[in-house]
Nanobody
Framework: QVQLVESGGGLVQAGGSLRLSCAAS????????MGWFRQAPGKEREIVAT??????YYADGVKGRFTISRDNAKNTVYLQINNLKPEDTAAYYCAAQRTGPGDTTSRRFDFWGQGTQVTVSS
């Protein structure tokens, strides 16, 4: 079965950096768009970034600080987060979406990981 396993979260001070990883198995990784989402306590889940074979999307609030990348040889997608802010505190989830027509950000993601917690202290 498909598994997405996130890692790399933790407790960091504001201004610090983290690199989140998401290892995928059970799917043809290169045939999937990948995305990172986050959910803060009491808030709805929000999209952070997505990456397909040729397109990258960032939510407005993370542009310039977050970098999404993927290594198809390792079946892994990464999220580099720099200059962390307390408002970045959330559970971060990766997700996989079968490639297809339409905007990646408006289509349903098919598989989800369990999440990794990022906590930023001020």
């Amino acid at each position: 079965q498909v598994q997405l396993v996130e890692s790399g979260g933790g407790l960091v001070q504001a201004g610090g950096s983290l690199r989140l990883s998401c290892a995928a198995s059970g799917l043809t990784f290169s045939s999937y768009n990948m995305g990172w989402f986050r959910q803060a306590p009491g808030k709805e889940r929000e999209i952070v970034a997505t990456i397909s074979s040729g397109t990258i999307y960032y939510a407005d609030g993370v542009k310039g600080r977050f970098t999404i990348s993927r290594d198809n040889a390792k079946n892994t997608v990464y999220l580099q987060i720099n200059n962390l802010k307390p408002e970045d505190t959330a559970a971060y989830y990766c997700a996989a979406q079968r490639t297809g027509p339409g905007d990646t950000t408006s289509r349903r993601f098919d598989f989800w990981g369990q999440g990794t917690q990022v906590t930023v202290s001020s």
